[in-house]
T-cell receptor, first 113, second 115 residues
Framework: AQSVTQLDSHVSVSEGTPVLLRCNYSSSYSPSLFWYVQHPNKGLQLLLKYTSAATLVKGINGFEAEFKKSETSFHLTKPSAHMSDAAEYFC???????????FGPGTRLSVLP | DTGVSQDPRHKITKRGQNVTFRCDPISEHNRLYWYRQTLGQGPEFLTYFQNEAQLEKSRLLSDRFSAERPKGSFSTLEIQRTEQGDSAMYLC?????????????FGNGTRLTVT
């Protein structure tokens, strides 16, 4: 069965510094992977997706993620954090039937002024 | 595209009562999902519809939970004899296109509080 591990439950960065949110997945095939963001009291919003095309994926708001099959990783990065990036971030893998999206436990990003 | 809408936004009920939530997906999406999210956790899969057919249901979903999508458009999620452990955010999402790589589009959720 597919699973997702997000190695950090909480990451804190200063405004203007880089962001790295880590995600490792377990899958028996070449997966589709997604990152979602959830701001307080808001719905889940898609940041970006990987679907076996380019391994470096660009998303909204300056975020990127790189798919590394050898490391089974799909880490999310941003060169310079903004206060508005403070939110919960979820890494997601889709199962091999295309029927179930498996969410990681989430990483809470805090951005300090 | 008006997005996925859920109703109500909040529901407070007493233990033992029945509740029903509604989800209206994006109109051209044939797949509809229900998830449950508790504080500090990631969304947990409950069930999945393709058109009107319920194709998968989580083993975690007790018999008190039932979902329908009668005409392949809107969906309802009913919880019978609610328990305090049912308190959570219930999220609906829809998707269209290739099922192996099309993302989910989420509504804002229904927050259930069981007292």
């Amino acid at each position: 069965a597919q699973s997702v591990t997000q190695l950090d439950s909480h990451v804190s960065v200063s405004e203007g510094t880089p962001v790295l949110l880590r995600c490792n997945y377990s899958s028996s095939y070449s997966p589709s992977l997604f990152w979602y963001v959830q701001h307080p009291n808001k719905g889940l919003q898609l940041l970006l997706k990987y679907t076996s095309a380019a391994t470096l994926v660009k998303g909204i708001n300056g975020f990127e993620a790189e798919f590394k099959k050898s490391e089974t990783s799909f880490h999310l990065t941003k060169p310079s954090a903004h206060m508005s990036d403070a939110a919960e971030y979820f890494c997601v893998v889709i199962d091999n039937y295309g029927q179930n999206f498996v969410f990681g436990p989430g990483t809470r990003l805090s951005v300090l002024p | 595209d008006t997005g996925v809408s859920q109703d109500p936004r909040h529901k407070i009920t007493k233990r033992g009562q029945n509740v029903t939530f509604r989800c209206d997906p994006i109109s051209e999406h044939n797949r509809l999902y229900w998830y449950r999210q508790t504080l500090g956790q990631g969304p947990e899969f409950l069930t999945y519809f393709q058109n009107e057919a319920q194709l998968e249901k989580s083993r975690l979903l007790s018999d008190r939970f039932s979902a329908e999508r009668p005409k392949g458009s809107f969906s309802t999620l009913e919880i019978q004899r609610t328990e305090q452990g049912d308190s959570a955010m219930y999220l609906c999402a829809s998707s269209g296109g290739n099922p192996y790589n099309s993302p989910l589009h989420f509504g804002n959720g229904t927050r259930l509080t069981v007292t």
